[in-house]
């Protein structure tokens, strides 16, 4: 089975200590154009699809049965991407991507890191996400994408910025993941370095023998 990598982002590396490191892809798509909250959410899908697409020679299936009773593997999930995207959010709700560098004084942004595992149909994505949001408001300044982490954690930015992180995973189904799953926290450096710490736990549960995929549909923006 043919394993493929991708990793995007479009707001630079993360320069904070214990983030992963993502470079430039020579085949980088733009991020999407989504404007909506509610484009940036995962979708489940139908037993049906999920069949078709992971396991079609399954049998005994009743029409109570779920996506879960496909007992779908992390192993059968073959493609991989990490994202970062940033979006300015308008006063009236919208998103709009930002690129490169943004003036900040009084707005609002969302920031995205997502490590997705999937299979591709055509150019859907069904599998899992593993999600940080970062939700801050900017009082004054200006933000410099490339630099994005090592901006917001800097302590003469620390009053400029004020936010929260908070941490989802999407598809998987596995009990200790509760226990993976951080209440949301103000956002500071320190914070930060924590979340992508649950972050490498719970990619450690994609495989982990107690696991079943239960595949979304996942968002192409987020």
């Not at 994202?83 to 959010?89: A, G, R, S």
């Amino acid at each position: 089975m043919k394993t493929k990598h991708r990793f995007y982002t479009g707001a630079g590396a993360l320069l904070l200590a214990g983030a992963p490191v993502l470079t430039w892809a020579a085949n980088a798509a733009p991020a999407q154009q989504c404007t909506t909250q509610a484009a940036l959410q995962n979708q489940s899908i139908k037993v049906d699809e999920a069949k078709a697409l992971f396991v079609p020679k399954a049998q005994n299936l009743t029409s109570t049965s779920t996506t879960k009773d496909l007992l779908i593997s992390g192993d059968q999930l073959n493609e991989f991407e990490a994202t970062l995207t940033t979006y300015e959010v308008k006063a009236d709700g919208t998103l709009k991507v930002l690129t490169n560098s943004a003036s900040a004084e009084g707005q609002d942004f969302l920031t995205i890191y997502s490590f997705k595992q999937y299979r591709s149909d055509g150019s859907n994505k069904y599998g899992i996400s593993i999600r940080l949001d970062i939700t801050y408001h900017s009082s004054s300044g200006a933000i410099s994408l490339p630099n994005l982490f090592g901006f917001l954690s800097a302590g003469g930015n620390t009053s400029k910025f004020q936010g929260t992180l908070s941490l989802s995973a999407h598809g998987l189904v596995n009990s200790k993941i509760a226990a993976l799953l951080p209440v949301p926290a103000k956002l500071d450096d320190s914070a930060a370095a924590q979340y992508f710490s649950y972050m490498g736990a719970l990619k450690g549960l994609i495989t982990d023998k107690d696991t079943t995929i239960d595949p979304v549909l996942l968002s192409p923006c987020a």
